[in-house]
């Protein structure tokens, strides 16, 4: 099975949750913990070790705020 990395621009993030919908193995969540910069909550993934690298979160960002690799 494909493995990814998934890293977040937080700072750009406005929380807006499409991207916790989007992700098929439910590893991306809003962080309740954190404000960013722009006074919002934004995502983060819970378990890395379980990215299958779908994109899936990337391409429903509105803001690009996402970034996949895959290995």
Excluded: W
């Excluded at 934004?42 to 895959?70: F, H, L, Q, W, Y």
């Amino acid at each position: 099975m494909a493995k990814g990395t998934v890293s977040f621009n937080q700072d750009l993030c406005k929380g807006c949750g499409l991207c916790v919908e989007a992700c098929p193995v439910k590893i991306v969540a809003v962080d309740n913990t954190h404000i960013n910069k722009k006074g919002y909550n934004p995502a983060t993934v819970v378990d890395m070790d379980k990215c299958i690298g779908c994109t899936n979160c990337a391409t429903m960002c509105p803001d690009s705020v996402i970034t996949v690799e895959r290995d």
